[in-house]
T-cell receptor, first 113, second 110 residues
Framework: GESVGLHLPTLSVQEGDNSIINCAYS??????FIWYKQESGKGPQFIID?????DKRQGQRVTVLLNKTVKHLSLQIAATQPGDSAVYFC????????????FGTGTRLLVSP | DGGITQSPKYLFRKEGQNVTLSCEQN?????MYWYRQDPGQGLRLIYY???????QKGDIAEGYSVSREKKESFPLTVTSAQKNPTAFYLC?????????FGSGTRLTVV
């Protein structure tokens, strides 16, 4: 079936810690994955993406790892800040000719000062 | 600045009423989407449009309708047939460097 799931619904960390948010996906044919950050009452904000021909991609303070063997995706946030507190979604891009995003339920990241 | 504008930000609907949510983009994207988000949930696809004058049902299209008469506009109508319309609605477009989302409309049935 189609599903993109997350292992932890809530992750609490201290400011300055590194955060790791995990995501499992089920469709081995998916070729593009995106992490989004969503603050309350707002639309999703793009963080970082990765294509299936890569296993790691780095941005500013964020790294996405893709393990196609076990169909697992993770988002690592370095030196987490209070402003990072939000819900994080992974999304799996599917579609032949048509691009369709399938979202997971999200992980809430709480950063304590 | 290019982007997607959704209006209104908050909308209240009485039982039995149809309401229309606006979505406008100036990104010159061909593909546009409507998603629904319930509390503590991910986004679910309602309808999508790959090109002007064409649209397709997504995973939860029942009780909704759309039109795509212009490239820039993709309005969503929540009809009285939608039995549980209270939710956060997000519009998105795809093109160029990926997906862009609007800021959402929160619809509440009163």
């Amino acid at each position: 079936g189609e599903s993109v799931g997350l292992h932890l619904p809530t992750l609490s960390v201290q400011e300055g810690d590194n955060s790791i948010i995990n995501c499992a996906y089920s469709n081995s044919a998916s070729d593009y994955f995106i992490w989004y950050k969503q603050e309350s009452g707002k639309g999703p904000q793009f963080i970082i993406d990765i294509r299936s021909n890569m296993d790691k991609r780095q941005g500013q303070r964020v790294t996405v790892l893709l393990n196609k063997t076990v169909k697992h995706l993770s988002l690592q946030i370095a030196a987490t800040q209070p402003g990072d507190s939000a819900v994080y979604f992974c999304a799996e891009n599917r579609g032949t000719g048509f691009q369709k995003l399938v979202f997971g339920t999200g992980t809430r990241l709480l950063v304590s000062p | 600045d290019g982007g997607i504008t959704q209006s209104p930000k908050y909308l209240f609907r009485k039982e039995g009423q149809n309401v229309t949510l606006s979505c406008e983009q100036n990104l010159n994207h061909d593909a546009m989407y409507w998603y629904r988000q319930d509390p503590g949930q991910g986004l679910r696809l309602i309808y999508y449009s790959q090109i002007v004058n064409d649209f397709q049902k997504g995973d939860i299209a029942e009780g909704y309708s759309v039109s795509r008469e212009k490239k820039e506009s993709f309005p969503l109508t929540v009809t009285s047939a939608q039995k549980n319309p209270t939710a956060f609605y997000l519009c998105a477009s795809f093109g160029g460097y990926g997906y862009t989302f609007g800021s959402g409309t929160r619809l509440t049935v009163v």
